[in-house]
């Protein structure tokens, strides 16, 4: 058995996974999960469902090691693909493990849904990726919400207007027409969304339909493209929010100070509790006047305090 040492490996690490696996008794088998989980001290969000299991869960270095070989023991799960992220420690505040009706959702009725074992777009990898962002023509559609998109983005994708993935089907029937013909890229941040949604294209109708396989987690892991042309960073659901993907020549900050304008990449909530908005606010600009969307907000902030002040005395 190997060891883990300071110089070699992290304390703690993120897990990042999910498989398309008909489930027949979802309950029973998020309580078994749920425990498992729970004995190996790990935190996280995990979705379980008729078609399969989603999460992302931090813990220690060798509580997730032992997490990733029972999942790959498990014949439901043993073809999973985890993507790993070191960490400093935990990056989640507790452990959710939920059944769902869906892991994804695109909002369909149980007739139109989209079983990605049946039909998908054509995984790339990432330098196949690569290569075909650089093809004439090509659409490179963003396959996560809009707030994600605003955070980091492949250089000249379409980033749909849309505050949850169930809005694509509407967006993109109302796109069609730009969209005839074309050779179609989608991407996401771990590849489970772009499952559904190039399912989605290519019963729609449209042919020709690809997907980045792993998504922007993968490619920015990849030793050859190295993240090359992923403009911001990659928004992630936990405490970090925002996780560096380009490590080429070709990265750059996208995102600005909404108070002085200049380039500032981490992301923070208004401390407006009624707003609670997630914001860019250089240090400068907040250290000046304080963490909130706007004046506004900190006025109403000031108000509420006071309020609260008030009738404890």
């Known amino acids: 058995m190997s060891t883990q040492s300071s110089v070699d490996a992290p304390s703690y690490q993120v897990l990042l996974y999910y498989r398309y696996v008909e ?9 078994s999960h749920r425990e498992l989980c729970a004995e190996l001290g790990l935190l996280g969000r995990i979705i379980v469902g008729r078609e399969g299991i989603n999460g992302t869960v931090s813990g220690s270095f060798e509580n997730t090691n032992s997490y990733m070989e029972a999942m790959k023991a498990d014949p439901l799960t043993a073809g999973i693909e985890f993507k790993i992220d070191p960490a400093e420690g935990h990056v989640f505040p ?3 493990v939920k059944v769902r009706k869906e892991i994804v959702s695109l909002g369909l009725d149980e007739t139109a849904d989209i079983d990605p074992n049946e039909v998908s777009g054509e995984r790339l990898s990432p330098r196949e990726f690569y290569e075909a962002m650089q093809e004439d023509g090509v659409i490179l559609i963003d396959g996560r919400n ?7 983005h492949f250089k000249d994708a379409v980033c749909p207007e849309i505050g949850n993935f169930r809005e694509f089907p509407d967006w993109l029937r109302e ?19 772009c499952e559904k949604l190039s399912g989605f294209l290519k019963k729609e109708g449209f042919e020709d339909v690809y997907q980045l396989d792993g ?6 892991k990849d030793p050859e493209v190295q993240g090359r042309d992923f403009e911001g960073l990659c928004y992630v659901f936990d405490q970090r929010v925002g996780v560096e993907v380009n490590r080429t020549e070709t990265r ?29 606010i250089c240090p400068s600009c907040k250290e000046e006047h304080g963490q909130y969307c706007e004046d506004k907000c900190r006025t109403e902030a000031a108000k509420d305090i006071a309020t609260a002040s008030a009738e404890e005395t």
């Open 23 to 31: 489930i027949e008794d979802p309950e029973a088998y998020l309580d």
């Open 94 to 96: 507790k452990l959710s």
């Open 146 to 152: 809009d707030y994600e998109a605003e955070l980091g």
């Open 175 to 193: 796109h069609s027409e730009d969209l005839k013909g074309k050779k179609i890229l989608t991407y996401c941040t771990g590849g489970i969304r």
């Open 215 to 220: 998504g922007i987690v993968k490619y920015g």
């Open 252 to 280: 750059k900050v996208i995102t600005h100070c909404r108070r002085c304008g200049i380039d500032e990449p981490n992301f923070c909530n208004c401390q407006w509790p009624k707003c609670n908005d997630q914001i860019f």
